[in-house]
């Protein structure tokens, strides 16, 4: 067995492909004909949206839309060498600021930011080991 994907669900599949790209420089792999769900090259894995209405529609006794203010129970993390330039490219494509980049006492760069749909994302140099 190997993790696949995440699945993030969104108000506009489409909106939040394109956001990602200008924020963090991630390519489409896919976008469905019906606009309600498509894929993010990340690797060997993929960052999936998936539309609320497809979630409704796929699980309707368990999807439960996030609350008014958006904002999601997990975070999703991003890691690169280069946190300022990340966090800055994120910021001037819309990405809302939560934490500036700050160093961690073991050694770690991150920084957080929420995109449009609220779901919070970690910019982070890589954990050394």
Request: proline share 6%; net charge negative.
């Amino acid at each position: 067995m190997r993790f696949g994907y995440t699945i993030l669900y969104v108000r506009d599949v489409a909106a939040s492909l394109a956001f990602y790209a200008r924020a963090f420089g991630l390519e489409r792999r896919l976008l469905h004909e019906s606009g309600s769900y498509g894929e993010l090259e990340t690797g060997q894995t993929a960052l999936a949206f998936a539309s609320h209405e497809l979630a409704s529609a796929n699980l309707p006794d368990a999807y439960k839309p996030p609350d008014r203010d958006g904002a999601t129970a997990f975070e999703v993390c991003l890691v690169t060498d280069e946190v300022d330039g990340a966090f800055e490219r994120a910021l001037q494509a819309g990405a809302t600021p939560v934490s500036h980049p700050h160093q961690k006492p073991w050694g770690q760069q991150v920084a957080y930011v929420r995109d449009p749909d609220g779901v919070l994302i970690e910019l982070a140099t890589p954990v050394a080991s």
